[in-house]
């Protein structure tokens, strides 16, 4: 019997709730630091990850509201700069910006 994967389930575990538009999915929000300018400046490099297709047609300076991360830390309005498909397209990855 193959191995089938609950996409769904494993993102309400460890998740936010993100929003585009009308549609809501939960997603994966990572915000690790990156350096740049030859490492003299360190900046978050704030990205979502979620099931391919859940958020429609998202795209550059697309908006999209996060909430639900611990504290409220993260939570806010971010535009989006690049999303990519993931490895065998079933997930995207949405890099950030804030708004």
Same mark, same amino acid.
């Given at each position: 019997m *193959?191995? +089938? /994967?609950?996409? *769904?389930a ?5 998740g =936010?709730?993100? @929003?585009?538009?009308?549609?809501? @999915? *939960?997603?994966?929000?990572?915000? *690790?630091?990156? !350096?740049?300018?030859? /490492?003299? $400046? ?8 979620? +099931? ?5 047609a998202?795209?550059?300076?697309? @908006?999209? #509201?996060?909430?639900?991360?611990p /504290? ?5 309005t971010?535009? =989006?700069? $690049?999303v990519? !498909?993931? #490895? ?8 950030? #910006?804030?708004?």
């Open positions: *193959p191995f +089938v /994967e609950d996409l *769904p494993f993102f309400l575990d460890f =936010v709730m993100v @929003t585009a538009g009308s549609l809501s @999915t *939960p997603a994966i929000f990572d915000a *690790p630091d990156d !350096s740049v300018l030859g /490492e003299r $400046v360190v900046s978050a490099q704030y990205s979502i990850t979620f +099931v391919a297709g859940k958020l429609g998202l795209g550059y300076l697309s @908006t999209v #509201e996060v909430s639900g991360s /504290e409220g830390q993260f939570d806010g971010y535009r =989006v700069r $690049v990519t !498909s993931i #490895e065998d397209g079933r997930l995207q990855r949405a890099t950030l #910006e804030v708004q």
